[in-house]
């Protein structure tokens, strides 16, 4: 699996700029209040396609476990609306994802546990409060900065290690080669109308088809070095840094009509969302990065 897909989102900001949230997704680094105003998120349908080795059913819906073992079980890309646990032992127990109305003993921790991310994340709060093309600039200055610390924090491990997953996730070179696809499909292909601007060492969502990843030009077998990668990545960060130069309030409610790639939704959407999917996923893959990066520095 990889680190935390968070892709095709609704974006943080003003609608009349940025973007309306589209129908049934919650707001990039907000909770939602509202669980029944919401369609669950979760399997490849979140992209438009996509296809896992196995799983991908309802077979589990209503069901009741009792006296169950489910010890070291894990759940990937799931629906657990309104589960109920009663009576268990939860310990050592590791959640991620979309949280809304998470009850613990009695106590609705979401708000919580969003105000301690907000706490050590203070971008995540920039990111929601973007309206303008002042504001997007700015968020990206503050992505750079972040990035560049974190890679020359990287750089300390061997190269070898900047190549292992932690916990099943993808490792720090999987992470910049996934940005990498982020921006062409995102700013590339959308915002710029290429047809197909896809690098070869990007890497696409997990549940993406590889033989339709390949399709797009990618090599799903390359194993490039860090440095390959942050060649490749450079370009990428100087291709934002072009368009927001130029941006202006206006251009964010310019309407693209090419999907990222094929098999996303076919469906307009505006320049300012499709910058805000870049930066979301800067933001959010950073926190994955530096999560996995204070693991490998104790190996």
Same mark, same amino acid.
């Given at each position: 699996m990889t680190?935390?897909?968070?892709?095709?989102?609704?974006?943080?900001?003003?609608?009349?700029?940025?973007? @309306?949230?589209? *129908?049934?997704? @919650?707001?990039?680094?907000?909770?939602?209040?509202?669980?029944?105003?919401?369609? %669950?998120?979760?399997?490849?349908?979140?992209? #438009?396609? #996509?296809?896992?080795?196995?799983g991908g059913t309802d077979a589990y819906r209503g069901q009741? !476990?009792?006296?169950?073992?489910?010890?070291?079980?894990? !759940?990937?890309?799931?629906d657990m609306s309104r589960v109920k646990i009663v009576d268990s032992w939860l310990v050592g127990v590791d959640i991620s994802g979309y949280v809304s109305g998470l009850v613990v003993n009695g106590v609705d921790v979401t708000g919580y546990v969003d105000a301690e991310l907000d706490r050590r994340h203070p971008e995540r709060v920039q990111l929601r409060e973007m309206r303008t093309a002042d504001d997007l600039r700015a968020m990206w200055d503050t992505i750079e900065r972040l990035w560049s610390a974190t890679v020359a924090r990287a750089?300390?491990?061997?190269?070898?290690?900047?190549?292992?997953r932690v916990d099943e996730e993808w490792s720090f070179t999987e992470t910049l080669r996934h940005l990498i696809f982020i921006t062409d499909a995102w700013a590339s292909r959308t915002v710029l109308d290429e047809p197909r601007p896809y690098d070869p060492v990007g890497v696409t969502q997990t549940?993406?088809?590889?033989?339709? %990843? *390949? *399709?797009?030009?990618?090599?799903?077998?390359?194993? @490039?070095?860090?440095?390959?990668?942050?060649?490749?990545?450079a370009g990428r960060l100087a291709l934002i840094r072009g368009i927001l130069d130029g941006l202006t309030d206006a251009e964010l409610g310019r309407v693209c009509t090419r999907s990222p790639a094929p098999g996303y939704p076919q469906q307009e959407r505006p320049?300012?969302?499709?910058?805000?999917?870049?930066?979301?996923?800067e933001c959010e893959h950073h926190r994955f990065a530096t999560r996995d990066l204070a693991v490998l520095e104790t190996r």
């Open positions: 680190n935390d897909d968070t892709e095709i989102t609704s974006l943080p900001g003003d609608p009349a700029i940025l973007s @309306p949230a589209r *129908a049934g997704q @919650p707001a990039a680094g907000s909770s939602a209040v509202d669980n029944k105003a919401m369609a %669950a998120q979760y399997g490849p349908h979140r992209f #438009g396609q #996509g296809s896992y080795d196995e009741r !476990f009792q006296v169950a073992d489910l010890t070291g079980a894990r !759940f990937t890309d799931c750089r300390e491990l061997p190269e070898a290690t900047l190549h292992e549940a993406y088809p590889a033989a339709e %990843a *390949a *399709a797009l030009g990618i090599d799903v077998a390359a194993d @490039p070095t860090l440095d390959d990668v942050l060649a490749v990545r320049v300012g969302e499709c910058l805000s999917v870049v930066m979301d996923e």
